[in-house]
């Protein structure tokens, strides 16, 4: 068993998509890996010389001694996705029929997290001084209405 960070019941988080992928991957992933839920990064924007600090949250950040690190964008529900002109919409089916837009693109948003902690990871030195190493994969978007096949796919 995947030990998860906080160190809450996944049974206790809020929203159903999350709790359930939480559910799964602490049941499924070795005790080895890390799950931390719902990561909040802080990191300094180089456009403006590093004087001001970007934030962001990814839903899952595993960290997995073999394969490094993976950023999860869950999203649940009807999750589907069109073509409008030169943009990509993703949007969900509501439970009465009418859809909604997706805010932020989810792979541009799981890749931006992926990016940041990368960025952090770097800025970052061991207590001897020498660099962080850290290998990173990601798994951009997981439109979660199974979890089966989310864990079929980490598996791989």
């Known amino acids: 068993m995947a030990r998860l960070i906080p160190d809450v019941d996944p049974n206790d988080i809020p929203l159903k998509p999350e709790r359930d992928v939480a559910k799964a991957l602490v049941r499924d992933l070795p005790g080895d890996c890390l799950i931390y839920h719902s990561y909040c990064w802080l990191r300094p924007d180089r456009d403006y010389y590093m004087k001001s600090l970007l934030e962001g949250e990814a839903d899952f950040l ?38 909604k837009d997706i805010p932020n693109h989810p792979f541009r948003q799981a890749s931006g997290n992926l990016h940041a902690i990368e960025e952090i990871l770097k800025l970052t030195t061991s207590p001897t001084g020498s660099a962080v190493v850290v290998d990173t994969q990601w798994l951009f978007l997981i439109p979660v209405t199974s979890v089966s096949f989310l864990m079929t796919l980490i598996q791989t």
């Open 62 to 99: 595993i960290l997995d001694p073999r394969y490094g690190l993976l950023v999860l964008e869950v999203k649940g529900g009807d999750v589907r996705h069109r073509i409008d002109g030169d943009e990509e919409v993703y949007y969900r089916i509501l439970s009465d029929g009418r859809s």
